[in-house]
C-alpha cells in the first residue's frame, strides 16, 4: 500500500478561513461529537435528505457512525463555526478483504457555508487521509443528478468511473443512477498539487 510523504502534513484542529474570510474549525469527529450531528442533519434540506447515501436523522443511525469510528472503519472529518457543525466529511474504508486499499469519501454542507471553498478543503483533507494510512485508491459515488457535487470531484482530480443505472433507493422509494468517480491516490496529490501551484503563480490584473 501507499505511504505518500506528504501525507505527514495534516495537524488537527485547523483553522481555515472560507473565501469570504468566514473562520471554520476543522478536525476529526470525536465520540463526544455525536450529540451534535441531530442539529446539524436536521439544518440539511429536506428534499436533500431524501437523496443522502443514509438516512442519519433514523433510528441507531448515529450509534452506526460511532462505532463505524471506533472499529477504525471511518473517520468523519468535522467544519464547526461558532460552536456548530456546518460540514461533516467521511473517508470509509473496508478492513479486510478485495477493497482494503481503496477508501470511500463522503461530503455534506450547509447551504449557508456553501460555494465557499468548504467542500473542497474537506475532500481534499480526506485524501491526505488516505494517503496516510496508506490507500492506493479513492472512490465518491454521486448520484445522476448530483453535476455540482460530480463537477467538483472532477475539479479536483476524480474520473468517472461508471454509471450505475437505478442502483440507488431514496427514502421515498424512487430509483437513481449512481456515477462512480475515482482516482489514484498518487494521481489526485499530482492534481492537488498542480492546481496549488497554479493558485500560487496566478497573474491578477
Known sequence: MLHHP???HLSFPETFHLRDGTVVTVRPMA???RDLLPAFWESIP???RLIAQDDMLASG?????VADIEAGRATPILALHDGRVVAEAT???R???WTRHIGYVRCVVHPDFRRRGLAAHLIRTLVDLAAQV???KVMGQVLVEQRGERKLL???GFHKEAILKDHAVDLRGHRHGVVIMSNSVIELWRKMEDMILDAEFEVIP
Do not use: F, N, Q, T
Open 6 to 8: 506528504a501525507a505527514h
Open 31 to 33: 465520540v463526544a461529537d
Open 46 to 48: 429536506p428534499s436533500e
Open 61 to 65: 443511525a448515529l450509534d452506526r457512525v
Open 91 to 93: 473517508l470509509a474504508r
Open 95 to 97: 478492513l479486510h478483504g
Open 134 to 136: 496508506g490507500l492506493d
Open 154 to 156: 472532477e475539479k479536483i
